[in-house]
């Protein structure tokens, strides 16, 4: 009971933290994506950054968030893989609700028809620095534009299962190798281990 307890609370708190961080980030690349202040090439470097900044910051504070999670198992008790990867996928649940809120209601605030003429405008703006500009580009640039203009508003549930299935497959992905990481075997099968060997 103890341990479910934790699980679920700790999760839920790290959670939260994760979610704020990474949900404040996809406001930002949407902010930064419809900027009509920022040039092409400064918006491109300074989305990389961030974008590369991101992914480093998630990865450690999940596996920080998992070793410090880890903690409350006594040695006898052990954090296994298995458990490690579930709390890693709860994880990215959790966080993946809170982006796909934060998205939508960002969203919401300057306007879905806002949001799709200025992403048309960017998009234009990046085909006109492509070689051979809007000219030798102008079909896909057609075929891109009209699909922004027939892509209907999505709902806060689109929202969410959008996030939630990236934030799922990204977590599965990388929680493989971080779970491993935050394993501990139980104190008596390492002491047996050493004395086998």
């Not at 950054?49 to 480093?56: D, F, G, N, R, Y």
């Amino acid at each position: 009971y103890m341990i479910n307890r934790f699980f679920l609370s700790d999760a839920l708190r790290y959670g939260a933290i994760l979610g704020v961080i990474m949900g404040l980030s996809r406001v930002f690349e949407i902010y930064l994506f419809n900027c009509t202040e920022v040039d092409n090439v400064p918006r491109v470097i300074i989305s990389l950054v961030e974008s590369l900044t991101v992914v480093v910051v998630y990865l450690w504070l999940m596996y920080k968030f998992t070793r410090r999670h880890s903690m409350r198992y006594s040695p006898s008790q052990g954090f296994s893989f298995f458990r490690g990867l579930a709390f890693m996928l709860l994880l990215s649940m959790l966080t993946s609700i809170v982006v796909g809120a934060a998205n939508y209601i960002y969203i919401e605030i300057i306007g879905y028809e806002n949001y799709i003429w200025n992403s048309i405008a960017r998009i234009t703006e990046m085909f006109e620095s492509l070689p051979g500009g809007v000219g030798e580009n102008g079909e896909t640039l057609d075929d891109v534009v009209a699909i922004l203009r027939d892509k209907p508003k999505p709902s806060m549930f689109d929202s969410l299962f959008s996030s939630t299935y990236t934030y799922l497959v990204g977590g599965l992905i990388c929680g493989i190798c971080l779970a491993a990481m935050a394993e501990k075997r139980p104190e008596s099968e390492s002491h047996q281990n050493n004395f086998e060997e």
